[in-house]
C-alpha cells in the first residue's frame, strides 16, 4: 500500500504507512488492555497479580501478551527478584509515562462525554 507522505516525516513515523514502525506502535499501545495497563500501573510498581486484580475482566494470557509487548516496547520495566517463588514487579519506564499522560486524557474525554455517548447509542438503536 502506497500512502502520499507527510511533509518532513520519516517513512517509519508515518502512521498512514501499512508498513511503517510508527502504525506498529500505534497498533501495540492502542489495545484496550495496553491502555489498561498502563492507567493501572500509574506511579506505581505491580507484582502481576495486583495488576490483574487492577484491570478487571483481563484474562491471565491477556495480561501476560500485553506485558511483553509493552516491555519490548520500552514502555514498561519487568523486574524478577530472585526468591522462591520469584517475584515479578512491573512499572512504567519514562516513555510508558509520557503515554499514560494521553492515556489519562483519554480516560478523562470517556468520564466528560459518558452521557453524550450513551444517549447517541440510545437514538441508535431506536
Not at 495496553?34 to 506511579?43: N, V
Request: hydrophobic share 40%.
Amino acid at each position: 500500500m502506497v500512502t502520499k507522505q507527510l511533509r518532513d516525516v520519516p517513512e517509519n513515523a508515518d502512521l498512514r504507512r501499512a508498513d511503517s514502525l510508527a502504525r506498529e506502535i500505534f497498533s501495540d499501545v492502542a489495545n484496550k488492555w495496553a491502555l489498561l495497563i498502563i492507567e493501572a500501573l500509574g506511579e506505581r510498581t505491580l507484582r502481576f497479580s495486583e495488576l490483574r486484580d487492577e484491570v478487571e475482566g483481563v484474562s491471565h494470557k491477556m495480561l501476560t501478551q500485553n506485558l511483553r509487548m509493552l516491555e519490548r516496547n520500552g514502555l514498561v520495566d519487568r523486574k524478577v527478584h530472585p526468591t522462591v517463588p520469584p517475584r515479578v514487579e512491573y512499572t512504567l519506564t519514562e516513555p510508558g509515562r509520557a503515554l499514560r499522560a494521553t492515556v489519562d486524557l483519554i480516560c478523562g474525554w470517556t468520564h466528560q462525554y459518558l452521557g453524550h455517548i450513551e444517549a447517541a447509542r440510545g437514538r441508535f438503536g431506536a
